[in-house]
Nanobody, 126 residues
Framework: VQLVESGGGLVRAGGSLRLSCVASGRTVSRSALAWFRQGQGKARECVAVIHWSGCRTYYQDSVKGRFTISRDGAKNMVYMEMNSLKPEDTAVYYC????????????????????WGQGTQVTVSA
């Protein structure tokens, strides 16, 4: 599976961006899809996850109410709408896909994802 992100950029605090990620090589319909981010000098962290069913989502506390993750199975894509952006949201954002599975498990750990995009830079100015 190859993942390619787009939609990053420079925005002022309070602004919005929409990240997109397209998967190719095989369908990701049975994969959890996630967005991680890594700020300069910081560890990579899970921001949001959407279950393979599309019916359950997870958000890191710092982005709850501001970010929304969604997926389009027909297009093999995952999105993240980011509103009310803050300078502390500045980071490289990575799209990730888990191996396919059938259960209700919810994956938020880096080691649970086998496929990663190259990342897209999001910079929020004060």
């Amino acid at each position: 599976v190859q993942l390619v992100e787009s939609g990053g950029g420079l925005v002022r605090a309070g602004g919005s961006l929409r990240l997109s990620c397209v998967a190719s090589g095989r369908t990701v319909s049975r994969s959890a899809l996630a967005w991680f981010r890594q700020g300069q000098g910081k560890a990579r962290e899970c921001v949001a996850v959407i279950h393979w069913s599309g019916c359950r989502t997870y958000y890191q506390d710092s982005v709850k109410g501001r970010f929304t993750i969604s997926r389009d199975g027909a297009k093999n894509m995952v999105y993240m709408e980011m509103n009310s952006l803050k300078p502390e949201d500045t980071a490289v954002y990575y799209c990730a896909a888990s191996p396919p599975y059938y259960g209700d498990d919810f994956y938020t750990g880096l080691n649970e994802y086998d496929y990663w995009g190259q990342g897209t830079q999001v910079t929020v100015s004060a």
